[in-house]
C-alpha cells in the first residue's frame, strides 16, 4: 500500500471540514445532545434506585461507548459518501488507488473525525455529570478497540450497500447501529432478552464490551475468553464488510454500475 | 536538432495504447464488438462516432472502471487487467461528465488529484500546469463557482498532472465556445509535441477533429468501420467533408464501400 493516495482522501476531507461549518458541527452536536440528554435521566434515576446501583457509570458510560462506535461507523460511511454526492467515481476510480488504500483512507478520516466528536462527548460527561471514564480501568483499551473494529466493519458494509444500490440507499446506514443496539444489550443485560435475540446478540461484538461494562461496575471479574471472542469476532466483521466491498466493487466495475453511478440500480 | 536518447526511441516505437479484440456485452446488448487499434506516442486518434456508438463504453474500459466481457488492452507495455495500478499511473483522462470537487478550490483539487497519482515534486507540478492552463487568477477559487470553460481547463490540467503517456479525452471541448476552444486544442498539441504522450479523443465537432487529429477511428454500433487520415478520409469515400462521413456512418452505414 502507498501512502500518498491514502493521504488523498485524508487530505480532502481535511479540506472539506476546513471551509465549511456545517460538516463540522454535526460531528459532536447529535452525541453531545444525547449526553446531555442521558446525563439528565441518568441523575435523575440515581436519586429513584437502591444505593449501589452508579446510574452515571452503567447508562452515561454505555452510551458514551455506543456514541463512539456511531461516530467510527458515520465517519467511515460520510467520507465515502462525499464521493456519491459529489458524483467522484470515475475520476477517484481511474487514478491508480487500490481498494485497500481507499478503504484506508476512509478509516483515518473516519479516526480524525470521530476524535473531535469523542473530546466534545468526554467533556460533557466528565464536567457536567461526573462520569469517570477510567472506572473501567485498562479495560477501557480492548472495549474501545473492539468498537472501533466494529464501527469501521459497519461503516465499510453501509458503503458496500450505497455502492449496490445507489445514491439513495444512504437512508439505509444511519439506522444501523439503531438496528443493531437492541441485541448488543447497551443499557441492559443480554440476558432479559428472548432466546433467538441472545443467539443474535451473541454474534455482535459490542455485547461483549457492554456486558463486561456491567461486570466490572458491578465489581466482578471479567472474563479474558468473553473478551477474545468479542475480539475476534470484531476481526471477522472486519474482514467480511472488506469482503462485501470488494466483491460489490467488482460486480459494479462488471455491471458498469461504477461508471454510470448516477443510475440507481436494485 | 533535438536529440532523442535510446529508451525514448524504444518507446516512441511501442504504442502507447493497444486495444485487441475488445468487446462488452451488457446482457443481450453488444456495446463494443471485438474492436482493435492502437495509439502511438505523439499521436492524436479521434475516436468517432454517433451517440450510443460505444465510445465512452470503450473509453471506461480502458480506464479500469469498467471490465471488458472480452479483449486486451496494453497501456504504456502492461496489460490493464493484471496490472491496474501502473497502468492508471500512466494514464489520465478529462470529461465534461466527470467534474472535479466543486467544494475544494482549485489548487486543494489538483493537491488531492496529485496525491492520488502518487506524483513527486508535486507543488512544483501544480505550478507548471497552473501556469500552462492560465489558471493563476483562480487558484483559490471553488472549483464549482467556474465557468464551464474555466472548469475544462482544470480537468485538462488535472489530466496532465502525471504528465501521462496515454491522455484520453472524452469530448473535452463540448460546450465550450469557438474561442476557448481553440486556445485548448492548442494547449493539448503543444503538450503532445513536447513530450511522448498518446491521446486518445472523442469529439462530435468535426472541424476540431480535423485539426487536431492524426486519425481517426469511425465507431458505430460498437466495430470500427473506417479507419485513416481525417483531412485525406472523406474524399476516399466520395464525401465533401469528415461532418458528411459521419452522418453516413451514422445513419447508412452499408451504403460505404468498406473492405
Redesign the interface.
Known amino acids: 500500500m502507498?501512502i500518498?493516495?491514502i493521504?488523498?482522501i485524508v487530505?480532502?476531507e481535511y479540506?472539506?471540514m476546513r471551509?465549511?461549518i456545517a460538516r463540522i458541527v454535526p460531528l459532536f452536536v447529535w452525541s453531545a445532545i444525547d449526553i446531555v440528554l442521558w446525563g439528565f435521566l441518568t441523575r435523575f434515576l440515581s436519586g429513584l434506585v437502591p444505593a449501589g446501583f452508579n446510574a452515571v457509570t452503567v447508562l452515561l458510560g454505555a452510551i458514551l461507548l455506543w456514541n463512539f462506535l456511531i461516530r467510527i461507523m458515520q465517519g467511515v460511511s460520510t467520507t465515502f459518501l462525499e464521493d456519491v454526492w459529489?458524483?467522484?467515481?470515475?475520476?477517484?476510480?481511474?487514478?491508480?488507488?487500490?481498494i485497500a488504500e481507499y478503504l484506508s483512507g476512509l478509516v483515518i478520516s473516519s479516526i480524525i473525525m470521530s476524535i473531535i466528536g469523542v473530546i466534545v462527548m468526554l467533556s460533557i460527561a466528565t464536567i457536567g455529570f461526573g462520569l469517570s471514564i477510567f472506572v473501567y480501568g485498562v479495560l477501557l483499551i480492548p472495549f474501545v478497540i473492539i468498537l472501533f473494529i466494529f464501527g469501521i466493519a459497519l461503516g465499510i458494509a453501509g458503503s458496500a450497500i450505497v455502492l449496490r444500490l445507489g445514491s439513495s440507499a444512504e437512508w439505509f446506514i444511519w439506522p444501523i447501529p439503531a438496528v443493531i443496539s437492541p441485541f448488543v444489550g447497551v443499557l441492559y443485560p443480554l440476558s432479559i432478552l428472548p432466546p433467538w435475540m441472545q443467539a443474535i446478540g451473541r454474534l455482535l461484538p459490542p455485547s461483549y464490551v457492554f456486558e463486561g461494562m456491567r461486570t466490572v461496575i458491578a465489581g466482578g471479574g471479567i472474563s479474558s475468553a468473553s473478551l477474545l471472542t468479542g475480539f475476534i469476532l470484531s476481526v471477522l466483521s472486519i474482514f467480511i464488510a472488506c469482503g462485501f466491498f470488494v466483491y460489490v466493487f467488482?460486480y459494479a466495475?462488471?455491471?458498469?454500475l461504477?461508471?454510470r453511478f448516477s443510475a440507481e440500480s436494485t | 536538432m533535438q536529440q532523442t536518447s535510446l529508451p525514448q526511441m524504444a518507446r516512441t516505437m511501442t504504442p502507447v495504447l493497444k486495444v485487441q479484440d475488445l468487446k462488452k456485452k451488457?446482457g443481450n446488448i453488444t456495446a463494443v464488438d471485438e474492436i482493435s487499434f492502437d495509439v502511438n506516442p505523439r499521436e492524436i486518434v479521434g475516436l468517432l462516432g454517433p451517440n450510443g456508438a460505444g465510445k465512452t463504453?470503450t473509453i471506461?474500459m480502458i480506464?479500469?472502471?469498467?471490465?471488458p466481457s472480452a479483449g486486451t488492452i496494453t497501456i504504456d507495455g502492461s496489460d490493464s487487467a493484471s496490472d491496474?495500478?501502473?497502468v492508471?499511473?500512466h494514464?489520465?483522462?478529462a470529461?465534461v461528465?466527470?467534474?472535479?470537487?466543486?467544494?475544494?478550490t482549485i489548487l486543494?483539487n489538483l493537491?488531492?488529484?496529485g496525491?492520488?497519482?502518487?506524483i513527486k515534486r508535486l507543488t512544483e507540478r501544480i505550478e507548471e500546469v497552473i501556469r500552462q492552463f492560465d489558471l493563476e487568477p483562480f487558484r483559490k477559487t471553488k472549483y464549482g463557482v467556474l465557468s464551464s470553460g474555466e472548469q475544462t481547463k482544470v480537468n485538462l490540467a488535472?489530466a496532465m498532472l502525471n504528465k501521462p503517456q496515454l491522455l484520453l479525452l472524452d469530448e473535452p471541448t463540448a460546450s465550450l465556445d469557438p474561442s476557448i476552444s481553440k486556445d485548448i486544442r492548442a494547449g493539448i498539441r503543444e503538450f503532445v509535441k513536447s513530450g511522448t504522450t498518446g491521446v486518445l479523443w472523442t469529439s462530435h465537432n468535426m472541424y476540431e477533429v480535423e485539426e487536431v487529429c492524426d486519425r481517426v477511428l469511425f465507431l458505430s454500433r460498437g466495430k470500427i468501420l473506417l479507419e485513416g487520415n481525417p483531412r485525406t478520409l472523406p474524399e476516399e469515400y466520395g464525401k465533401k467533408s469528415l461532418e458528411d462521413l459521419f452522418i453516413t456512418v451514422a445513419r447508412e452505414p452499408l451504403s460505404l464501400d468498406l473492405v
Do not use: D
Open positions: 502507498r500518498s493516495p493521504f488523498a487530505v480532502r479540506y472539506l471551509a465549511s459529489t458524483r467522484n467515481f470515475l475520476n477517484v476510480f481511474s487514478s491508480p488507488i487500490t467488482r466495475v462488471r455491471t458498469g461504477l461508471a | 451488457f463504453t471506461n480506464l479500469s472502471v469498467l471490465e491496474r495500478t501502473r492508471l499511473m494514464t489520465n483522462f470529461a461528465y466527470a467534474p472535479l470537487l466543486g467544494n475544494l486543494q493537491r488531492v488529484f496525491m492520488l497519482y502518487g488535472k
